[in-house]
Antibody, heavy 120, light 110 residues
Framework: QVQLVESGGGVVQPGDSLRLSCAAS????????LHWVRQAPGKGLEWVAF????????YYADSLKGRFTISRDASKNTLYLQMNTLSSDDTAVYYC?????????????WGQGTLVTVSS | QSVLTQPPSVSGAPGQGVTISCTGS?????????VHWYQQLPGTAPKLLIY???IRPSGVPDRFSGSKSGTSASLAITGLQAEDEADYYC??????????FGGGTKLTVL
C-alpha cells in the first residue's frame, strides 16, 4: 500500500536550517509529482512546494521568499525539503503529499506529518 | 488570508444536511481548474474526500457530494453522523503557479 513517511522535524532556533525527508513506498516513485504542505498549530493548510515526477520543474509558495528548496532522489524513493533561515512563522506540521493527476491537485495520499518548531 | 474563502464553521443535527461553500476567483476556480475537498479529523492528516469537483474516491460514502459553478464550489453532506465532525478544506490551483487552499470549515454535529 502507498506510504509516505516524513522525518527530520524537531525544535530549532530562529535562523537555523533543517532538512525534512519523506520516504515513499508502495508506488512507482518516479511516476508521481509530489508536494509539501504545512499546517501551523490550530491553523489551516498552506501549500509549500511542488516538484515534478522527474525533478525537472519546481514551484514554491511566494511567502517563502526563496528560503526553501524541494528535491527528490529516485534511487532512494525520497522527497526532501531544505529549509533555511527559519523563523517562528515556519512552525508547523509538514506533510508530504502525492499528486496523482500531475495537475497541482488533488492530493490522494498524505504522510502523517513531521512537526517543526522554531523557538528561541 | 486564504485565496479560497470558506465559512469558518457550520453545524447540523444528526441526520440533517449541511453545505460548505468555497469561493474563489477568475484566476483559480473560475478558470476551470478542479476543486478538491479534504476532511481532517482531529489529530490526523487530511484525507481526500472529493476530487475534480464531483468525484468521490473509493470508500467515501455517497452522503458526501461536490459541485462547482463559476468561481465557487460546494461540499454537501447529507445524513450527518457524529463521525463527520471534522475540519473540511477546499483546494484548487491558481494561474500564478500556486496551489491554493480554503481557510477551512469546522463542522460540528450537534
Amino acid at each position: 500500500q502507498v506510504q509516505l513517511v516524513e522525518s527530520g522535524g524537531g525544535v530549532v532556533q530562529p535562523g537555523d536550517s533543517l532538512r525534512l525527508s519523506c520516504a515513499a513506498s508502495g508506488f512507482t516513485f518516479s511516476n508521481f509529482d509530489l508536494h509539501w504542505v504545512r499546517q501551523a498549530p490550530g491553523k489551516g493548510l498552506e501549500w509549500v512546494a511542488f516538484i515534478r515526477n522527474d525533478g525537472s520543474v519546481k514551484y514554491y509558495a511566494d511567502s517563502l521568499k526563496g528560503r526553501f528548496t524541494i528535491s527528490r532522489d529516485a534511487s532512494k524513493n525520497t522527497l526532501y525539503l531544505q529549509m533555511n533561515t527559519l523563523s517562528s512563522d515556519d512552525t508547523a506540521v509538514y506533510y508530504c503529499v502525492r499528486d496523482p493527476e500531475g495537475a497541482m491537485g488533488p492530493f490522494d495520499y498524505w504522510g502523517q506529518g513531521t512537526l517543526v518548531t522554531v523557538s528561541s | 488570508q486564504s485565496v479560497l474563502t470558506q465559512p469558518p464553521s457550520v453545524s447540523g443535527a444528526p441526520g440533517q444536511g449541511v453545505t460548505i461553500s468555497c469561493t474563489g476567483s477568475g484566476s483559480n476556480i473560475g478558470t476551470g481548474y478542479g476543486v478538491h475537498w479534504y476532511q481532517q479529523l482531529p489529530g490526523t492528516a487530511p484525507k481526500l474526500l472529493i476530487y475534480d469537483n464531483v468525484i468521490r474516491p473509493s470508500g467515501v460514502p455517497d452522503r458526501f457530494s461536490g459541485s462547482k459553478s463559476g468561481t465557487s464550489a460546494s461540499l454537501a453532506i447529507t445524513g450527518l453522523q457524529a463521525e463527520d465532525e471534522a475540519d473540511y478544506y477546499c483546494q484548487s490551483y491558481d494561474s500564478n503557479l500556486s496551489v491554493v487552499f480554503g481557510g477551512g470549515t469546522k463542522l460540528t454535529v450537534l
